[in-house]
């Protein structure tokens, strides 16, 4: 057999790498066999065709980093930390319980210790840690896509550049009709619920955060403002700038406790899993550790509360509706049959399956625009299986998907739309008659 | 090994820069399979995209004189696709699936398409891919060439090589040519038996034609869950010796439900029985709902406390995902794993359990025991950790007594993930010198040069050719071997019978009808049924590759023989194969020769696979002019396919006793309701008369009545046979 020698230098001592998070978070490493049942379900894997980019051949490098084998910063090391998605889809085909998502938050909170993220990555993070860059970041991206600017660009720029007006673009909404949402009659009284309506959210999809405090109210919540609320943090982490969202995290804690709602509601599957990981992001600090702890625990994804409550069944418009899964909410949260519960309580609507719906989109918070070329590959074959449904409408819980795969249907100029499935609840309970939901 | 910079350059015009991979931190990711215990750091790693790349990169190879080492997944567990500062070839993105014939049941694949995908993809035609290793969510179609992989399903339909049509290879010296299944007597040495399992030494498979298998119309899966591993053990020998031919029969000791139960793979397997079983019967809705009663009885007779029979997809798919994905669920209990793989025979289960469990205990090791029950196929793992030295020094000598516990017991050292670096050691142990020399002339004919995965399979000291004619020193730690049980020869011709496992051992010159009449007492056969009569000998018939009516429902030859001995033309016995229903220790001499005539040498024994004598059996004749062509097709091809259909011209109708028109003729078998239920089929095709069963053995002596057509071989195909029959005829060199 070969002898490796170790890595002659890394700027990361070999005691400094000793207390690394990776270091802390090293016995997940074990728990792999090296089976390779990871493989199949690694959207980057399928892409690029190299082991460095599956979650078998990172876990490997994270050990040789460890063992002093490869320098943390070693460039073949960093484009295959950097390739990975984070969608967590390996964690679901995995039958070693190897805890993916920790071991790679903690490889890169120990890879920012000694090298920073490309110029663009720290714009964004720094734009959405800080509350008026952001506003003012989103209100400029309202303006060009009311324009109809960052449509035109969408269609005519080649297609790197066209990336980002592309996802921008594909949040536009058509005006609705609005009703004034009371509890349906059917509706037995729930909770009091504050909605985290988030950066992107409230920024881009400011319809859909309307729908869901509609469709809450109808299904029999009370839906409670939670002022000073913050971005997730979910970004930050998944970036390696743990800190950022650690201070994210307290203010938002904070802010939900002053609410006084019972339950946290969340319609972007990344930030409800970012929220329900609060405990394990704050279990350091031994003064919020708990609170942390507590308010995850009250954390529901949109879809869970409405599957719970029922819904409300209310007849929409005919249409031919397919369901792509968001990663964060199939593979981290592990919701899988909430959202079909949802969307089959939309009269009229025909649910149609989606090949490889629990494959990532290439979203993955950031990354497609910082790795726009990777997401594209990952894209590709998601577009493929869009269209061969024939559906109308591609329902699926985050904005980043909801852009990612809306940017992309834009592009390809397909007939089929990305939509919330909120949205499609929403709407169908637009067109009832405000006495059928009263009844 | 030094490369030179021109190969280096090559690669990169073949495959493109992305594609070759030669920095070292790039390349640790492909140091090991899926038995992380081995690593070896490749020198470089090139990944063709297409067929044409595959060529031209071999073809590079072979003008570096340059060795390399194919890879599919990663996903083996022999230590086998390690490339040791050499070149490793990976062709996992070679993942077309380029044709599905749904009429002809065979599909032409790429050999990086992982099993199960292809399984998806011909679902719509009601058809899959039977062989199916537990590792089929991520193993290739390529890799399990390579292995000649078995999986749970394979007790029934067979494995690997059973299920592939034809294979087109680029040989190491960058030669293409296809090579076929013989589908007629005397086709001469089975290039693509000895291909099939030959570990990547052979060459690299470009494009695969697979046969694919129909849906079965009924399932059931049972669960019987029992207080001692003794009892689900002597379960599963009853279950196959009362004749029932299950699809699969899985067990899973206390150990390996503890680890399943815990992970997210829960299955709902009862966490305080000492084994369960996982029993799988198909087929039609009747046969199976009869099968599986009488497998609750058996179950239960052998002291079951419960048996859960799954009745709908989902119940039936949670009890499997907890068995299919074991091994993982075994990365909990410690950082490592050792995963072992031999046969014993079925009917020594029990003890050879025992046994194991024993050195465990006096290792101090857990061992964790998941396999297949029905072949006999062990999986003994265990879990430990690698980073303590005595443990592991104790996992290493626990594992040298179980192969040799297994070799004692009449068994083989691997059933279905190959010898690769893992079972080198124990080459030495099962097979004589002279059957190991012959192996590596087998493999000098695909590969002179020894560059396609070398050091692996045979160990070097045995290839006499190099190393002079002497056996050099044993690799590894030397394993007291128990003294083997003598056999119980007779005069008759009968070697060794084991009518509980379903094997017989038996002199070349048996006759046909011998080997029926000494069979037949314990209501089994061995379903050689060639054309001809039964004063042909077992011999003859292997030599030649003799098929008959049977050929497709039952199997050829090829398909039905375990081992035999071989006298070549220099003098040397060959002892190839073994006695066990799954063997792939080695290269696979045992298929060469079936079909190569006296080429090779003379056949003076054989090992045979035997199955239960249908419990029913009925012959039937339709006239041909009255037939509905329709309904036969139907009844041919669906879930109540005969054991033989075959069309007669009209003075074969009269010679055996029928109107002298000609007659389309049905053998219809099975158990009690199976037949019943075919029945309203027969009559579907025509006014149907039926026959003494026996009317068959009468009618093999007129046929064949439409002889298949014998695929063309190319020239790269041709010569191949011609050196392998001048590698068992010529005396060998000896190099000092």
Same mark, same amino acid.
């Given at each position: ?25 090293? %016995? ?19 892409? *690029? ?37 984070? &969608? ?5 085909? &995995? ?53 109809? *600017? ?83 943090? %979910? ?33 972007? %599957?990344? &930030? ?57 909410? $199939?593979?981290? $949260? ?9 969307? $089959? ?13 629990? $494959? ?80 | ?17 992305? =594609? ?37 990169? /071999? ?17 083996? !567990? ?107 007597? +005397? ?35 049972? !669960?019987? +869950? ?26 899973? +000791? ?47 007779? =052998? ?132 059957? #190991? ?29 190099? !190393? ?53 007492? =314990? ?9 001809? +009569? ?108 005969? #054991?033989?259909?075959? @069309? ?13 028109? @000609? ?19 027969? @009559? ?14 009468? !009618? ?23 050196? /392998? ?12």
């Amino acid at each position: 057999m070969t002898t490796v020698p170790p890595a002659s230098s890394t700027p990361l001592g070999s005691s400094a790498l000793a207390s690394s998070p990776l270091a802390h978070a090293a %016995a997940g490493l074990d728990a792999c066999v090296h089976c390779g049942f990871c493989l199949p379900a690694c959207p980057t894997y399928l892409a *690029l065709e190299d082991e460095n980019a599956s979650p078998r051949g990172r876990l490997v490098l994270m050990r040789a980093v460890l063992d002093g084998r490869v320098a943390l910063d070693d460039p073949d090391v960093s484009t295959a930390l950097d390739s990975c998605l984070g &969608c967590r889809g390996c964690e679901t085909a &995995c039958p070693s319980g190897v805890p993916y998502g920790a071991l790679l938050e903690a490889t890169r909170t120990t890879e920012r210790s000694i090298t920073t993220l490309p110029w663009i990555g720290r714009v964004i993070l720094a734009v959405f840690a800080s509350p008026w860059l952001l506003r003012l970041v989103l209100s400029g991206a309202r303006v060009l896509r009311a324009t109809g *600017l960052a449509r035109l660009a969408a269609r005519w720029l080649p297609s790197r550049l066209a990336t980002p007006f592309a996802l921008l673009a594909s949040t536009a909404r058509p005006p609705q009709r609005s009703y004034a949402a009371v509890r349906a009659a059917g509706a037995s009284p729930r909770e009091p619920v504050a909605l985290l309506t988030g950066c992107v959210m409230e920024g881009l999809f400011a319809p859909v955060n309307r729908a869901t405090e509609r469709t809450l109210t109808v299904n029999g919540y009370t839906v409670r403002p939670a002022t000073g609320q913050r971005c997730c943090g %979910a970004l930050h982490v998944h970036a390696g700038d743990r800190a950022a969202a650690q201070r994210l995290a307290r203010e938002n804690i904070a802010a939900f406790e002053a609410s006084g709602a019972e339950i946290i509601a969340v319609n972007s %599957a990344g &930030c409800g899993a970012m929220l329900k990981e609060y405990g394990h992001l704050l279990h350091d600090d031994p003064l919020w550790q708990a609170r942390a702890e507590a308010l995850a625990a009250r954390v529901r994804d949109i879809s869970e509360l409405l599957a719970a409550a029922g819904p409300i069944p209310a007849t929409g418009p005919s249409l031919r509706v397919t369901y792509d899964a968001p990663c964060h909410l $199939q593979h981290a $949260q592990r919701i899988v049959a909430a959202p079909a519960t949802l969307l $089959q309580s939309v009269g009229a609507a025909t649910l149609v399956p989606l090949a490889g719906s629990d $494959q990532c989109c290439g979203s993955a918070g950031i990354y497609n625009l910082l790795q726009p070329d990777v997401a594209e590959r990952v894209l590709a074959p998601k577009l493929a299986a869009i269209a061969a449904t024939d559906a109308d409408v591609l329902a699926t819980g985050n904005p980043g998907c909801l852009m990612q795969i809306g940017g992309g249907l834009l592009r390809a100029d397909a007939r089929t739309v990305a939509r919330h499935p909120v949205e499609l609840l929403d709407a169908a309970y637009a067109r009832s008659d405000d006495t059928d939901l009263r009844q | 090994v030094h490369l030179p910079a021109s190969l280096l350059s090559e690669l990169r015009a073949i495959v493109g820069d992305r =594609h070759v991979i030669t920095r070292a931190p790039a390349l640790l990711a492909y140091e090991s399979d899926a038995l992380p215990g081995y690593r070896a750091r490749p020198a470089l790693g090139v990944f063709p995209g297409t067929q044409a790349e595959v060529i031209a990169v /071999v073809q590079a190879l072979h003008r570096h004189a340059t060795p390399f080492v194919a890879r599919g997944a990663g996903t083996g !567990l022999s230590g086998g696709a390690l490339a040791d500062d050499i070149v490793l070839l990976g062709v996992h993105r070679l993942k077309r699936i380029i044709a599905i014939d749904p009429l002809a049941r065979t599909a032409r694949v790429e050999p990086g398409v992982v099993n199960v995908t292809l399984t998806a993809a011909v679902a719509p035609h009601g058809l899959h891919y039977a062989p199916d290793p537990s590792s089929q969510a991520a193993c290739t179609i390529g890799g399990n060439v390579a292995e000649n992989a078995g999986g749970p399903h394979c007790l029934k339909y067979g494995v690997t090589l059973n299920h592939i049509a034809a294979a087109t290879i680029v040989l190491p010296d960058g030669r293409v040519t296809t090579l076929h299944a013989p589908t007629t007597p +005397d086709a001469g040495p089975d290039l693509l038996g000895a291909f099939i399992g030959s570990e990547g030494c052979f060459g690299v498979a470009l494009e695969l034609t697979v046969r694919l298998t129909p849906d079965p119309a009924a399932v059931r899966t049972l !669960l019987a +869950d029992f207080l001692s591993l003794d009892d689900a053990a002597n379960a599963t020998t009853a279950i196959v010796a009362a004749g029932i031919l299950p699809a699969a029969c899985e067990m899973m +000791d206390r150990a390996t439900i503890a680890a399943v139960e815990a992970s997210q793979y829960a299955a709902g397997y009862p966490t305080d029985a000492s084994a369960v079983l996982l029993v799988e019967v198909d087929g039609t809705d009747a046969a199976v709902a009869e099968d599986a009663d009488r497998i609750e009885t058996i179950c239960r007779t =052998h002291g079951a406390r419960a048996v859960l029979v799954a009745h709908d997809a989902a119940a039936r798919a949670r009890l499997w995902q907890g068995r299919k994905k074991a091994f993982g669920a075994m990365g909990r209990i410690a950082p490592h794993l050792v995963v072992q793989d031999a046969v014993v025979p079925r009917s020594v289960l029990a003890p050879v359990l025992a046994a194991i469990s024993a050195i465990g205990a006096r290792h101090g090791l857990t061992i964790c025991n998941v396999f297949h029950a029905g072949d006999g196929n062990l999986h003994p793992n265990i879990p430990y950790d690698a980073n303590d030295p005595v443990m592991s020094a104790q996992v290493h000598a626990a594992m040298q007594e179980v192969m040799a516990t297994c070799i004692a017991a009449g068994g083989t050292i691997s059933g279905e993930h190959g010898v690769g670096l893992d079972k080198l050691a124990y080459m030495d142990h099962l097979f004589t010198p002279d059957t #190991l020399d012959a192996m590596c002339r087998l493999r000098s004919v695909f590969d002179p040069d020894r560059r396609a995965n070398p050091g692996k399979v045979v160990p070097v000291h045995s290839c006499r050719e190099w !190393l002079g004619t002497a056996p050099g020193p044993r690799t590894g730690a030397p394993i007291a071997l128990p003294p083997a049980p003598a056999p119980s020869a007779s005069a008759d011709g009968i070697i060794e019978y084991r009518p509980a496992d379903l094997t017989i051992t038996v002199s070349a010159a048996l006759t046909l009808a011998e080997l029926d009449a000494c069979t037949r007492p =314990h209501q089994q056969w061995a379903p050689l049924l060639p054309w001809g +009569d039964d004063t042909l000998t077992v011999g003859e018939v292997l030599a030649r590759g003799l098929t008959g009516p049977t050929r497709t429902s039952l199997g050829a030859p090829r398909d039905l023989t375990l081992g035999l001995t071989l006298r070549d033309h220099r003098g040397a016995t060959i002892s190839a194969g073994g006695r066990v229903v799954k063997n792939v220790a080695g290269f696979d001499l045992t298929r060469l020769v079936i079909g190569a005539g006296t080429a090779l040498g003379r056949i003076t024994q054989a090992s045979l696979r035997l199955r239960a004598r249908p419990q029913c059996s009925e012959a039937w004749a339709i006239p041909s002019d009255a037939l509905d062509h329709a309904a036969w097709d139907s009844l041919c091809r669906g879930p109540y396919a005969p #054991l033989a259909a075959e @069309a007669i011209p009209s003075d074969v109708a009269a010679a055996i006793g029928l109107h002298a028109i @000609a007659h389309h003729l049905l053998w219809i078998a099975g158990n009690a309701a199976q037949v019943a239920a075919t029945r309203p089929w027969v @009559a579907a095709c025509g006014p149907a008369v039926a026959l003494d069963a026996d009317v068959w053995t009468a !009618l093999r002596r007129h046929g064949p009545f439409a002889e298949p057509r014998a695929p063309e071989l190319d020239a790269v195909a041709r010569e191949l046979q011609a050196r /392998v029959v001048a590698a068992f005829t010529a005396q060998p060199t000896v190099v000092a």
